[in-house]
């Protein structure tokens, strides 16, 4: 008998937008400026779906308070280790098998004309 495979189902939460002061530059650090995030989680969602009940999910206000207690309480050069912390937080804090995270600098200091700046890791 051949196991049956359990896919991952997704939780995201998308564009969480946060002021903060980080980065290399002196005045990102004096100024602030704002971050955008988002974070996917990887995980089985089917007993959750059955039963209705928070209690057999991920509770996506524990990602949003992850999130943002990384961001405003930590002081970061950049935005890689942002991402890093909030994804090894995840991961130990609540029950899923992945992470994936995106952090966003829309204003980044640079001499010509962007959309902005953004990193993207999966953890897990």
């Known amino acids: 008998m051949v196991p049956e495979e359990t896919e991952l189902d997704v939780i995201r939460l998308k564009r969480m937008i ?15 400026q704002r971050f955008e995030v988002d974070v996917e989680v990887f995980l089985d969602t089917r007993q959750a779906g059955d039963t209705d009940d928070l209690a057999d999910t991920v509770d996506y206000a524990k990602i949003y308070e992850i999130a943002e207690e990384v961001i405003l309480e930590g002081e970061y050069n950049l935005i890689e280790a942002i991402a890093e912390d909030i994804a090894r937080l995840i991961l130990e804090r609540l029950t899923v098998e992945k992470a994936l995270v995106r952090v966003r600098k829309p204003h980044v200091p640079l001499p010509g004309i962007t959309d902005g700046v953004e990193v993207e890791i999966l953890r897990g």
């Open 18 to 32: 946060f002021y903060a002061y980080h980065g290399t530059a002196a005045a990102e650090k004096k100024l602030g």
